[in-house]
C-alpha cells in the first residue's frame, strides 16, 4: 500500500488502453485495414500526422473529430486507401476507447471517493473537451494538456504544473502511466513516485527505479493503492 494524496494518469495508452499508445493501436487498425506498410515506415507517418494537429486544433474539437482528424493524416500520408478507409478506422479506435474508458470507469469512481485524480497528457490542445466528452471531467481535480500549459513530458514542469493547481508537493502523489521514456522518466525527474503501466509485450524487468511497481491492467492499480 502506497500513502498518498494524489494519483495522476497519462491519458493515450493509459486510460484508454492497456498500456498501447496510439501508435501501435492505429498500426493495427490500418494493418487490418488492408493497408500494407512496414513498422518504419508507419511510425514515421504517424509522428507526423500526430504533430501536424498538435496545437493546431480547436480546443473544443470533440474526441471522435480529434481521432478522425488523426485517421485522415494517417491514411493520407500513406496513399491508396479511401477516405471511407479513414473512417472505418477512426470509428473503430473511437469504438476501442470508448468501451475501455467505460471498462475503467468504476475503478476511477472508486479511486476518485479515496483521493484526489489528475490527468497530465501530452495532447493536442483539447484534452478538457475529450475529456468531457468521455464523461471522465467530474472524476478529476486536474486535467493539464501539454499543448495548453506549454511544457510536454518528461519536463518535470508539465508536473509541476498539476501539483501546482492542486496545491500539494510532488511527494504526496503518484503517477500512472504506460511510457517508460515520457511517464516514468518525467514523474522520476520531478520526484513523484510512479507505477508503470506495461504493455502485454513490455519487460517489466526494465521498470524505472528499483522498487517500481509495473501492472499489466489499469485494474491492478487498485492492489498497489488500497
Given at each position: 500500500?502506497?500513502?498518498?494524496?494524489?494519483?495522476?494518469?497519462?491519458?493515450?495508452?493509459?486510460?484508454?488502453?492497456?498500456?498501447?499508445?496510439?501508435?501501435?493501436?492505429?498500426?493495427?487498425?490500418?494493418?487490418?485495414?488492408?493497408?500494407?506498410?512496414?513498422?518504419?515506415?508507419?511510425?514515421?507517418?504517424?509522428y507526423a500526422a500526430d504533430d501536424a494537429l498538435v496545437g493546431t486544433i480547436p480546443r473544443t474539437l470533440s474526441f471522435a473529430d480529434t481521432v478522425q482528424c488523426l485517421a485522415r493524416g494517417v491514411?493520407?500520408?500513406?496513399?491508396?486507401?479511401?477516405?471511407?478507409?479513414?473512417?472505418?478506422?477512426?470509428?473503430?479506435?473511437?469504438?476501442?476507447?470508448?468501451?475501455?474508458?467505460?471498462?475503467?470507469?468504476?475503478?476511477?469512481?472508486?479511486?476518485?471517493?479515496?483521493?484526489?485524480?489528475?490527468?497530465?497528457?501530452?495532447?493536442?490542445?483539447?484534452?478538457?473537451?475529450?475529456?468531457?466528452?468521455?464523461?471522465?471531467?467530474?472524476?478529476?481535480?486536474?486535467?493539464?494538456?501539454?499543448?495548453?500549459?506549454?511544457?510536454?513530458?518528461?519536463?518535470?514542469?508539465?508536473?509541476?504544473?498539476?501539483?501546482?493547481?492542486?496545491?500539494?508537493?510532488?511527494?504526496?502523489?503518484?503517477?500512472?502511466?504506460?511510457?517508460?521514456?515520457?511517464?516514468?522518466?518525467?514523474?522520476?525527474?520531478?520526484?513523484?513516485?510512479?507505477?508503470?503501466?506495461?504493455?502485454?509485450?513490455?519487460?517489466?524487468?526494465?521498470?524505472?527505479?528499483?522498487?517500481?511497481?509495473?501492472?499489466?491492467?489499469?485494474?491492478?492499480?487498485?492492489?498497489?493503492?488500497?
Amino acid at each position: 500500500m502506497l500513502s498518498n494524496a494524489a494519483v495522476l494518469f497519462d491519458f493515450g495508452g493509459t486510460l484508454d488502453a492497456e498500456g498501447l499508445p496510439w501508435k501501435d493501436r492505429f498500426f493495427g487498425l490500418c494493418r487490418d485495414a488492408g493497408l500494407a506498410v512496414s513498422r518504419e515506415t508507419f511510425d514515421r507517418v504517424f509522428y507526423a500526422a500526430d504533430d501536424a494537429l498538435v496545437g493546431t486544433i480547436p480546443r473544443t474539437l470533440s474526441f471522435a473529430d480529434t481521432v478522425q482528424c488523426l485517421a485522415r493524416g494517417v491514411v493520407d500520408a500513406l496513399g491508396g486507401a479511401s477516405d471511407e478507409a479513414a473512417r472505418h478506422i477512426a470509428r473503430r479506435f473511437v469504438d476501442a476507447t470508448r468501451s475501455q474508458i467505460e471498462a475503467n470507469r468504476l475503478i476511477l469512481t472508486r479511486l476518485h471517493s479515496r483521493y484526489r485524480l489528475g490527468i497530465v497528457s501530452n495532447f493536442y490542445g483539447n484534452l478538457a473537451a475529450v475529456c468531457d466528452n468521455l464523461d471522465l471531467q467530474p472524476l478529476f481535480s486536474v486535467i493539464v494538456d501539454s499543448s495548453v500549459v506549454g511544457f510536454s513530458k518528461p519536463d518535470p514542469r508539465i508536473f509541476q504544473h498539476a501539483m501546482d493547481e492542486l496545491d500539494l508537493t510532488p511527494a504526496a502523489a503518484i503517477f500512472v502511466g504506460d511510457s517508460f521514456a515520457r511517464d516514468m522518466a518525467g514523474a522520476r525527474a520531478v520526484g513523484m513516485r510512479h507505477i508503470w503501466l506495461a504493455g502485454d509485450g513490455a519487460d517489466a524487468s526494465r521498470a524505472c527505479c528499483p522498487g517500481d511497481h509495473v501492472i499489466r491492467s489499469l485494474g491492478d492499480v487498485e492492489t498497489v493503492l488500497l
